[in-house]
């Protein structure tokens, strides 16, 4: 008896049919009867939880989207003003990841804000977020985003303030952070 549990890309199953018909000639060869030739399959728990909060996620965000039509509807079309999860963590970690990933992001500064101004703050850091199309990501981030959200928002704004030009990143980031429906979302 043999359990496969493979990843659920299209490539591993067909893989897992390959293997399983593999083993089940090399036993034949070895002259196992076939009522003993038994392989139990199932599907990777995490990749199946991955796409349930994946679906998930996009009802959220559907229903947030639906919501907020009207507030939505008045703001700025550069902006492009999203409700969605992931594309909140991408934001974040693109305006305020210290390893400076994005050119235009503002790491450096952030960290700096964070030194001054709340030296000693617990801070998660937002992991695995950008730099690929992992379907965990925004919930990875979920946590790191709701506890650091007061202070990216202090940033944020003190940030605007003084900037005689408009940051769209930045600006995007503030609305949506300040949010009551994303905030709920978190």
Known sequence: KISLIPDICSTAQSLQEEFKGMVFDVCRDLGRPENELIMYHGLCWQHMRNIIANRVEMILEQEITQFLTNDLAIMPPHLCIQCGLTNLSRMIDKEINPRGDYAKGHG??????????HQGTTWLPLIQVLGGTRQDASFKALLPIFMGRKFIVKYLH???CAN????????NLFIVLECVKIIAQL
Do not use: C, R, V
Not at 165 to 171: A, F, G, V
């Open 158 to 160: 003190q940030t605007l």
């Open 164 to 171: 005689e030009k408009e940051n769209i990143l930045q600006t």
């Open 108 to 117: 450096g500064d952030f960290w700096h804000f964070m030194a001054t101004y």
